[in-house]
């Protein structure tokens, strides 16, 4: 098969994903698929056929591959141009018909390089003269902090530098193809070297001084790169010799750090590189949008036209790819890198073919520029080096590059025409000085082979790159609080709703008039700390929070559609999430709570359902930015937001009886009849422990020590078990333990090390009481939090077994399919189910009997534990109690801040006659 048919069929190989991607796009914008929404493609493949045709006349055997993969990278820019600037999309076409015109005129006019590389010094002055007009008053004009454009009126501006680096190449090839033996003898002996005479090293010192004043005059670091670069590069092909890139990599550094010392410009971009995020608002701006729109990628993209690459400045043009990343993903953005390096090995396989040495440095030199250039941009973008810039040849938007992409192609056929063929190319060296000698065909594949190679590391580098933020990273970047694109694309997704088990809505999106979705609390304060609250300004909180992927519709889907949904960038409606809340019983909790600060939590004991999860002071859900703003003002104040059932560590006071209880009768330390003396106060350990007002109640059980909440009597079993058991007891229970609830900011309820414990701390910390007399490293116990009081009372009332607790009952999609059930789990045993009753029938007498009968029930028997943790100038009260007592439905924990003896108490036994009726039971 001939070349030019291999080309035609990879042409036809590649106009079907060019159409698809216009097709995606146009679909996107809710257009139908006819010749008027797809005549762009057309057109453009019907251009590429015409260049075929001319090339199968002017360049039949030229390279090819060359012409299908720049039609393809022209595809995707044209519709990335379309995508992201459509009012430039018609000029960016305009000059693509243009660049394959002037393409085509490169094959017809000019036949023979050779001939053209006698004009080497004019093409030099030209070449330079047009780098540098930029600099010329009058006609120079800096657009984005750089001198690189000429302006004709206010209607045409143009880069003349990229016509100059074609030009600049075409001397090159000239110079070192005359040159090359004179570069490559080195004279000067030094020791075991041999190094270049002075006048060997001029040219390279020459193109480093060039080079530098486009830095400094010009302020384009990109251009300067690739200008130098791809000198020291056909230097190499031309010579072997590595001393040229050593000194070359060494120049450029001495340039570098010299123009970073001396430049602000330089400076700044340098400072970015290695921190964008210092000043993201600012010059960091563009390189920070850059980042947050590739993290969005993943790996298939978030679909084309459903990026917010639109965020980024001058994205048509510097930033296309990171579009190109978000919208194709991974995958595709690698596919764009590959095309690019597919460019490389077919360039320089043209240059191994060449039939002169003049063909051959063209070859390498504008294959360099192309794919150089596509690297540095890249490589900035994705912070693999400092940013500079450049345009991503043959998709950015912008004419100048477009057409000198396309001349330069044009030259690469010619290139490639003049080859010798595969048929006729010579298998070993040749030592022939000739003109026309190809540098040595062996000496030339090595280094054309080294040069791939190099050129490979660097493209297989900005793949990982990319697949680092966009896989590995892309989760910290888009959680990142300053992320607007996160932001933006949450405002316009309806989140689910947060509901109560009994269809209380607690939260839910409603959509404004610009297509964005506010928030919104219509149950007032019902459950805010639990519920907490989305913001764009502020984050998450609470369930919203917790399940923050669920309500964006990102986890637990219900059907494959909703797998293929997400998987496809199709946003949707997100998830509902229904709680184990009942509306009632927390609203009961709540007003438990009335004129108090603390907190009340109701489970269900069987399966570690929470029934309501109360904390106050409280606040309406739908000012939570002003609870914030308070908070922040006065971080040292009473907040609100803080959900006291969960983050607040109390000493609980007599209902810690409850666990010592329960460890002395299972590890027969005591039992219910085992009896203790009772005076109001009493020595132990060298200190004092005192009952609740110095009650004395003589010589008393263990069980009456309970109804009555002896102090004395549980110091002394205390020291009777000692600290070992009492913590071990206490750990069985859940203390120092972290609980796997649904709310990850719940804090670990808290014992001390035994072996630290003092006599006295025992005693005390038996009654409930956390005192640290060594001040020793770990903490005074015990500490808990309401919940696991909660949980403790759950230990006696579900036969010594704790389930774990959780708060989600069942999420569902916006068809009401559900895609999660919750399933209760075993927490921990605390005791057995022997122990766990003798307990309970205890507690009965501590309601009916005891300290504890302002929380009878009739028609109810309840079992339960007061408690008085007492302060320095005021007491917390607190109480856990279960009901029906023989097979508790529901447990309730509650204590009160600074309240009077009883009144928790009090508050809890409405709680629990509303959770028994909710449930049928009274």
Sequence with gaps: MTRRNIELILLCVAAPFVVLLFAMLAINKGQSLDATTLGVPIGIFAAFVIAHLATRKFAPKADPAILPIVFALSGIGICFVERLAPKLALGQVMWL?????CMVLVMVLVRNLDKVAKYKYTLMIVGFLLLLSPLVPGIGQEIYGSRIWLSIGNTFSFQPGEIAKIVIVLFLAGYLAQNREMLSVFTWRVGPFNLPDIRVLLPLLLMWLVALVIVVFEKDLGSALVFFFLFLIMLYVATGKKFFLVVGLGLIAIGGVGAYLAFGHVQVRVNNWLDPFADAQNTGYQLVQGIYSIADGDLFGVGIGRGLAEQIPVVESDYIFAAIAEEIGLLGAAGVLLLFLCLAIRGFVTAARAKSD????????????????AFIIVGGITRLIPLTGLTLPFISQGGSSLLASFIAVGFLLRCGDEGTGVETEVASATSSLHANSVLGRVSLGKRLTHAILILSVLFALLVANLTLIMVVQANY?????????????????ERGTISTYDGTVLAQSVQQDDGTYERVYPAGDLASQVVGYASTQFGTSGIEAAENDTLKGQQNFASWTDVLNSLAGIGGVGNDVTLTLNSKIQQAAQDALSGY???????????????????????????FAAEIEKANANPDGVST????????????????????????????????DTVFSSPGTMEIGNGTVSNFNKNDYGNITLAQATELSSNTAFAQLGVDMGAQKLVDGAEKFGFNKDIDFTLDTALMSLMPEPNEMTTWETAWAAAGEPVNPMNHKSPAGPQATVLEMAMVGCAIANDGTIMNPYLVEGIYNANGERSFTATPNKFLQAVSKETANRVKDVLKGVVTNGTGTAAAIDGVEVAGKTGTAEKTNSNDSWFVGMAPADNPRVVVAINLEDAAEGTGTERAQNVLKTALQVQGLL
């Design 477 to 493: 970047y888009q959680n990142m609080p300053g992320n607007n694109h996160t932001l933006a694309k949450e405002a316009r997704t």
């Design 641 to 672: 937001l803080l959900n006291r059932a969960i983050q607040t560590l109390y000493a609980p006071g007599s209902t810690f009886k409850i666990v010592t209880l329960a460890t002395a009768l299972e590890d027969g330390v005591a039992k219910e």
């Design 597 to 623: 600060a603390g907190a009340c939590v109701v489970l269900d004991p069987d399966t570690g359902a929470v029934l309501a999860m109360a904390s106050s002071p409280t606040y309406d859900a739908a000012d």
């Design 97 to 101: 018909f243009l660049g394959v015109a």
């Design 358 to 373: 003049v063909s051959s440095l063209v070859a390498v030199g504008l294959t360099t520029m192309i794919v150089l250039q």
